[in-house]
């Protein structure tokens, strides 16, 4: 396995599946989508060796790496006090009556909902960024977790707005009424970069062939959004080995799962329908994904959980600590889950 530390150089944009007409604001995604930098470097092996298909057998990331430190999105039950440092993770219990059950149209296909008010009168609010890895164990096994396991989003990355004028190359005007729009920029911040992992086909092409390809210079990929400039290192690393102290029970079927990358699922049914003896969820939100049809080579929108969502399941099938829930060829990367088996220990 392949592990590619990435920096871009300026700005950067990622998009997602959200309708952008001129005139408004064009608005970056953070995290990055895998599929962003599973194309950047796909696109370097094609202009290398003319590979066109079936060189990648997995992907794992984008993460984040802060001195030699990783850095995840973090799961939703985490949740922060407001105007102060205490951390908390929620699990849910059948008396909470924030959400009642009956008062959804979830019916039977949950039994519990995971936000409750605490016992005593403290305000508590959802926790939005990222954990380090440590933090993340702390999480598994139930253990405390500290502020300083966890990075808000303004602490990772800037917000840079600007204005574009889109014109028409054949006479070097403005093109069209609505040819002013604003896009919001990411900017990483200057400590960070990102981390991501390539599983490649062996049969198709070699880590050595790879490492030879990408320890040529330039070594710079095109990312997102513009095609924006990043260098990057290559080594050899296996993601899973960042997880080799994480051990559950592995005995009955019960499974909490934690999303690392977004959760893309099959068209024509209700997404939590795709979780078989759902006992809770807690997603942290939906995004829009853009994906290139096989069938029809034309692009399709779809609904995904974001990063972060938490959710108890029963299944056999899963491996801990790291697997890929009903993972999807039209999405690579996605459905990358953090498994523990035999129940849950937050109090």
Known sequence: MLKFTIKPIDVVFFGSGKPFNLGGLGESIFPPFPNSFASAIFAKIYEAKGITNGVFKAVYGPFLEKDDKYYFPAPCDIVKEKGGSRIKVYKPRESSNLIKVENTDLENKIKLM???????????????????????????????????????EDRVFYIEDRISIRMDDSTGTVKGEDGLYRVRFVRLKEEFRFVFWVELNEQVLTEDEALKIFNQHPKVLKIGGEARTATYEVENHNFKDLFKDFHSSNQGESCKILFLTPGVFKEGKPILNNFENLEYACISGYTLLSIRSKHNYKNKVIRAIKPGSVL????????TPIDFYKPTDDFIGSNLVLVKKGGVSHV
């Open 114 to 152: 995971p936000w409750i008010k605490p016992e005593c009168q403290e305000d508590y609010e959802p926790f939005n960024g990222f954990i380090s890895l440590e933090g993340l164990r702390k999480w598994y096994y139930g253990e405390k977790i500290d502020a300083s396991d966890l990075l808000s």
């Open 312 to 319: 108890m399941i029963k299944a056999r099938n899963l491996s």
